[in-house]
């Protein structure tokens, strides 16, 4: 179930950042300023939002594999039929489609991995799943960009969209045989939290504030990466698509190295509060040497902090959902994904929009940079500051 999971959250990051891959392409067929190019991208995250905050409510009502294998499929058709776009109306409902797909994606997975894991295993197993959100756009840069430098982009969204498709076929094998989840070690008294419950917590709000700064810095490396390459450091689309993905799978790494790293001090004596707020707020607030890297006047220099800026940041997303679900707890996990999913994907509108306006207007991505390095600081105080102790509410006692 895991290695699917990992799987499929590879694609989901695939699917939703190949239009930055074939923006340069698509822009010569569909033409778009830097502004509208800003208003495409962040589409998708109109609707992903809105519906994170609808799929945390209705996480506990249906089975969490069937919901998953809905939301899958309508976004890799999303995907798919955006190889018949026509004009920017069109591609921008698709990109709007895709986004209602996969709003169910990280509420089912928090529900899955706070029903089977324990503190101690959450770190690594939620690395895994962060491996598999960097890895996806580091395929999707290095295959994407190579895809539509030999099939164009329409291609590119018809083969990864069909070829996604046969995931559902070892899911659905898979959530036939799967054991009920074991039960928790202590009892569960009451009903599941409220929204209004969880709305009334500070730790809530810092893991919302949190998600929102670090996914502004993670959206615009996202969306805006590969143009920047093109545009301001001039790299061809074959060496965007090699170098362009080299941040990504630095991130993967370190995403992995750093959830083992968290488990294994935790299961070593290290009170875990302190352990993921480390990771967490320290790798935000060192993610800053993104602006170093737009200043480096040599590539090498600036593609190497750039890399050294995704390194810090996966050390930081490896932790960032095992605090959500220690927080949370089995009672609350997939609501309170939804909920602080929701308030954090409102940066997926912002970046993208923000930077094509001050790329629009400047002509320089300066400010979007340093835009995106001061969030990345504030988020880390949102974790070391805001967050206070990490240890499961009481719901119960709360209600």
Same mark, same amino acid.
């Given at each position: 179930m895991l290695g699917l999971l990992v799987v499929s959250i590879s694609i989901n990051y695939i699917d939703r950042g190949n239009l930055s891959v074939g923006a340069h392409e698509i822009s010569r067929e569909i033409p778009f300023t830097p502004s509208g190019e800003g208003l495409l991208f962040s589409a998708f995250f109109w609707s992903y939002s809105i519906c994170l905050f609808l799929s945390g409510l209705v996480i506990d009502r249906f089975p969490v594999t069937k919901l998953y294998a809905a939301g899958y499929l309508l976004?890799?058709?999303?995907?798919m039929l955006t190889a018949g776009a026509f004009n920017f109306v069109s591609l921008f409902s698709l990109r709007l489609l895709l986004g209602v797909g996969e709003s169910v994606a990280y509420p089912c997975y928090s529900k899955i991995l706070a029903s089977r894991f324990?503190?101690?295993?959450?770190?690594?197993?939620?690395? =895994?799943?962060?491996? &598999?959100?960097?890895?996806?756009?580091?395929?999707?840069? /290095? %295959?994407?960009?190579?895809?539509?430098?030999? =099939?164009?982009?329409? &291609?590119?969204?018809?083969?990864?969209?069909?070829?996604? /498709? %046969?995931?559902?076929?070892?899911?659905?094998v898979t959530a036939r045989r799967l054991s009920p989840p074991p039960r928790p070690t202590v009892s569960v008294a009451g009903p599941p939290p409220s929204v209004r419950a969880i709305l009334g917590c500070r730790a809530a709000w810092a893991t919302f504030l949190g998600l929102f700064c670090s996914n502004y810095a993670w959206?615009?490396?996202?969306?805006?990466?590969?143009?920047?390459?093109?545009?301001e450091r001039h790299y061809s689309t074959h060496a965007m698509a090699i170098f362009g993905s080299l941040p990504f799978w630095g991130v993967a790494a370190s995403s992995l190295f750093g959830g083992w790293l968290s488990d294994h001090l935790i299961r070593g004596g290290a009170d875990p509060s302190r352990v993921r707020k480390r990771f967490t707020g320290g790798g935000l607030l060192v993610s800053f040497l993104v602006l170093p890297a737009f200043l480096a006047h040599n590539n090498a220099i600036s593609l190497a902090l750039l890399i050294a800026a995704c390194l810090s940041f996966g050390m930081y997303s490896s932790n960032v959902w095992a605090i959500t679900q220690t927080l949370a707890g089995r009672q609350a996990a997939g609501k309170w994904t939804g909920l602080q999913n929701g308030f954090g994907n409102l940066a997926g509108i912002a970046a993208p929009y923000i930077t094509g306006q001050i790329v629009g207007r400047t002509g320089s991505f300066y400010w979007a940079f340093a835009v995106v390095a001061t969030i990345a600081v504030l988020g880390s105080g949102c974790y070391f500051w805001l967050a206070g102790d990490i240890r499961e509410i009481e719901w119960a006692g709360r209600a």
């Open positions: 976004w890799s058709l999303a995907t324990v503190e101690s295993e959450r770190g690594f197993a939620n690395a =895994w799943l962060d491996a &598999g959100s960097k890895s996806g756009p580091a395929f999707g840069v /290095l %295959l994407g960009g190579l895809m539509v430098e030999h =099939w164009g982009w329409r &291609g590119m969204f018809l083969v990864l969209g069909a070829a996604s /498709l %046969l995931w559902l076929i070892p899911w659905t959206y615009f490396l996202l969306t805006w990466l590969p143009p920047y390459l093109v545009m």
